[in-house]
Structures are given as C-alpha cells and as structure tokens.
C-alpha cells in the first residue's frame, strides 16, 4: 500500500489525488479534440467550442468534490445519529479522528451528480448547448473513474473482503487502517477499474451511433449494475449499510430505472433543441 509519495522533506502527495488528477487531465485533452469533431447544430444557443468543454470541467470537478463529500457526510449521519454517545466519546478522545469519521471521505455517486450538476450550471450561465459536452463526456467518465480506483488501492481504501485465492492482495502495515493488514483482501479496486476501462471502450466505440442521452442511459445503466454486484466483493464498512444493502446499492437501485429510461425514451434532438431555445429566448 503507497498512500503517498514522498516529495521534499515533510512534503507528500496522496496517492488518490495523483491517480485521479492525471486520468482527470487526460479526459479533458480527449473530450477538448472531440468536441471539434461533431457537427455543429442550427440553434440560437452557443454549440460549445473546446475551451467550453474545459471550463465546463472545471465547473464539474468543483460539484465532483462537494457532491462527493456531501454524500460521504449523509451517509454517516444516521450512523452518529443513532449513537451519540459513542461519537461524543470519539470526541472527547480525539477531535481529529471525529472529524475524519465525519468528513473524512468521498462517495463516487455524490461525485457523480456534484459534476452533472456543474456542468449544467455551467452551460446555463453561458447559453451553450449541453448536448454535445454531454456526448464527448459521457464515455469519460468510467475512464477518469478508473483511475480514480488505481488511486484507492494503491491509498487501501474501498478495499475488498476476506480473501485466500489467486490474486488476493496481503496490505503491508499502515497505522491509518490498521485491520487491513490482518488478513488477504480481494482486490475489488482493481476489478472495478478493469471494468471502467472496458466501458469507457465500449461508450466510445458506440458514441458514433448514440445521442448524448442513450449513451449517457447507457452508462449509468452499466455502472449501476456494475456497482450493485461489486458491493458484495466490498469490505469496508465505510460504504455505508442500509438494512440489506449498502449506500451504494441503494443508489444503485434508485439509478437503474432512470438509466432505462434515458436509454427508451426521446432522444435528444430537434424537440430538445426547440426547448432550450424556449428557455434562453432568443
């Protein structure tokens, strides 16, 4: 486990952060050449250039990190809730620890909405189109993810259950997570981001034949299913554990039938493009 790099001195970056940062990066430059490639519609709405798309995800990645955390605070709420006393005793112990019980997370599906959200706000702001970020965007997104979980296995969070067969992974100490160290895990991480780079594969060999809406419907449709199964490879108990289901699942179980329907129901095209020209006027 390397949860960090060691840089100068006391100076280290995060393992995560790295990993995230630079499939972050790379899927900005792929989306930027994209977006010049797809024809430009007839709509009083600005079509977005490439600079659109860099300001849009830079919109995206400040929603990605409040959406993440928001999500991460939600989901231990009911847990300090139910039992003040003992997070008052973790106070009284240890302020620091308290806090990072707390606040010391992120959960992708808050991410993942905190960026729709931006980007939407984004395009609102400035009257571009939001079709064709979302087309060039869409299939990134499994791709940045994918790098996102490299991040977590290398940092040993989001680890994977009690594990003794091939491919189990031993983490070497760390006082940060100390049990990790105690018996082989699966590595859920790294099945996880295998996955995100076959559909990130996949939606881009199918963005020449889908709108925006069925191939974004067609992500959401993978990963929540995706995600739904490998909650049961998952060991940590910082996911979160409604009744029989994890926060993630649970999620997961509320995504599944927007994603069909986003795949099914009207496509984007001239009836949404008349819309937002209702909504900005002319």
Request: glycine share 8%; net charge positive; proline share 6%.
């Amino acid at each position: 486990m390397y949860p960090y790099i060691p840089i100068y001195k006391e100076i280290k970056i995060p393992c995560y952060t790295l990993c995230f940062f630079v499939g972050f990066v790379i899927a900005v430059c792929m989306a930027m050449k994209s977006i010049n490639k797809l024809p430009p519609k007839d709509s009083q709405i600005s079509f977005p250039n490439k600079y659109d798309v860099l300001f849009a995800a830079v919109y995206a990645l400040i929603g990605l990190a409040a959406g993440a955390k928001i999500f991460f605070v939600l989901s231990r709420l009911p847990k300090v809730i139910a039992h003040p006393a003992a997070y008052k005793a973790m106070w009284n112990l240890s302020k620091a620890a308290a806090l990072n019980y707390l606040f010391g997370g992120l959960v992708f599906y808050g991410g993942l909405l905190g960026a729709a959200v931006g980007t939407y706000i984004y395009c609102r702001q400035y009257k571009v189109l939001l079709e064709p970020i979302v087309k060039v965007t869409a299939p990134l997104i499994p791709f940045v993810h994918g790098f996102g979980r490299i991040g977590c296995f290398l940092g040993g969070c989001c680890y994977g259950i009690e594990y003794h067969g091939i491919f189990s992974v031993k983490y070497p100490f760390n006082e940060m997570v100390p049990k990790l160290n105690e018996v082989p895990r699966f590595p859920v991480q790294l099945l996880e981001a295998g996955l995100n780079f076959i559909c990130t594969f996949v939606l881009l060999s199918l963005g020449k034949k889908m709108d925006s809406r069925r191939l974004l419907g067609s992500y959401l449709f993978y990963y929540s299913v995706t995600r739904f199964l490998l909650e049961y490879l998952r060991g940590d108990a910082e996911r979160g554990v409604y009744s029989l289901f994890s926060t993630s699942q649970v999620i997961s179980i509320i995504l599944f039938p927007i994603a069909v329907f986003l795949i099914v129901g009207q496509r984007f095209g001239l009836k949404n493009a008349k819309k937002e020209k209702a909504d900005y006027g002319p």
